[in-house]
């Protein structure tokens, strides 16, 4: 029988991040589009061991999709709660949280973190539809990089050191059309600790998560 898997359970309560992201959007985001992605996911992992099962190659090409998008769901969400932190907390200040982190952007970035936040900014806002933004290290204290994923994408090959959901489902309910507030505000409640923790430890740091 194919893994499982669950809803991980959130970090912190699910106001915690109030002002920034609303209690009505953090509920509905994981009980019930993070869940859709877990529930997706072992219905495609079932109907992959059946086609197994039965030499169903055709089956099986066509469930690909739906593991692609489902389990990168749950791999990006299950990343992304880690990347937030409570508002106002520790975990939010970079310059406690994340040193090696944070001169590690500066060197990259011309000597300045704003620089940095301005680029992901940037790159966040140039994504059309739906999809994901990333800062992305190539391996331990490795070199840094912002990409962007499709849809539930997920970054493969680089260590994900901090994601953003650019979907409109991660914003909206607050937000309305102004994309631009959500991305500019969502710094107030990134996890420095988490993404110190990725960028210090790679792939094992990743392990922890336990998916
Ligand atoms: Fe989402």
């Known amino acids: 029988m194919p893994p499982k898997y669950s809803l991980p359970p959130l970090p912190y309560d699910y106001n915690a991040l109030e002002p920034v992201i609303s209690r009505q959007i953090m509920e509905l985001h994981h009980q019930k589009h993070h869940q859709a992605y877990v529930t ?30 489902n389990g990168g769901g ?12 409570p508002y106002d907390s520790p975990a939010t200040k970079v310059d406690g ?7 590690a952007i500066e060197e990259q970035w011309d000597g300045s973190f ?31 990089e912002i990409v ?7 970054v493969t090959e680089m260590i994900p050191v901090l994601g953003v959901d650019m979907w ?23 996890n420095w600790e988490e993404a110190e923790h ?9 392990a922890t998560m336990k998916l």
């Open 114 to 144: 704003e620089k940095f936040t301005q680029a992901f900014g940037a790159v966040l806002l140039g994504l059309q539809g739906s999809g994901w933004g990333w800062l992305v290290s190539s391996g331990k204290k490795g070199l840094l």
């Open 40 to 69: 997706n996911l072992n219905a495609a992992l079932d109907a992959q061991a059946s086609a197994l099962d039965h030499n169903n190659i055709t089956q099986l090409i066509s469930i690909q999709q739906k593991l692609k998008f």
């Open 168 to 190: 409109e489902h991660a914003y909206y309910l607050q937000y309305l059309n102004n994309k631009a507030s959500y991305v500019e505000n969502i710094w107030k409640v990134i």
């Open 198 to 206: 990725r960028y210090l430890n790679g792939v094992e740091g990743l």
């Open 74 to 85: 749950h791999i990006n969400h299950s990343l992304f709660w880690r990347n937030l932190a």
């Open 148 to 154: 962007t994923t499709k849809d539930q994408d997920p």
């Open 97 to 103: 949280a994340a040193p090696t982190l944070k001169a």
